[in-house]
């Protein structure tokens, strides 16, 4: 094929399939079109068809494609674990200082930068270092950070803390 054919095939198949994410392997600069066409570019070579993808691979085996997989599933499900762990945080501190402004007490700086240090820190540190599966599994994850599913966790986590 010539690189203006893979291109518009690419452009075709994203056309067909709205949902559905295109990858492009590729290891030479007849696929470097193509590679940009797609939602997934991965170059198997550290040639000039590297510059054109967003992903290189230095074996020139798409077994890459299986850990690229791994590692951006991860990378999207700690990104909304941390969404989430932030807004249930901010939910607690919001109902923490409502009932102690209730009793007319009010946290210092000093509380805050604890609460902070000791709340934030060591969990957010935690999700940040966490590894990806050893295997891929054929879960989907959620694509939209504002879902029925992430709110409805959000939220039910926030009646939680509101009744207790």
Known sequence: ????????????????????????????????????????????????ASIAAPFTSKKQDIECI?????EGKSALNTSIQCFKYMALYSLVQFFGITIMYTDLFDFTNWHYYHLDILGVFPFSTAMALSATRGELTYHRPISKLISANVL?????????????
Do not use: W, Y
């Open 1 to 48: 094929m010539q690189p203006d054919q893979k291109a518009e095939l690419v452009t075709l198949l994203r056309k067909q399939n709205k949902n559905d994410i295109i990858g492009m392997c590729g290891d030479g600069a007849n696929d470097c079109i193509a590679m940009k066409a797609a939602n997934v570019g991965v170059s198997l070579s550290e040639a000039e």
């Open 152 to 164: 409805a966790s959000v939220i039910g986590q926030g009646a939680i803390q509101l009744f207790f």
């Open 66 to 70: 299986v850990e690229l997989l791994k």
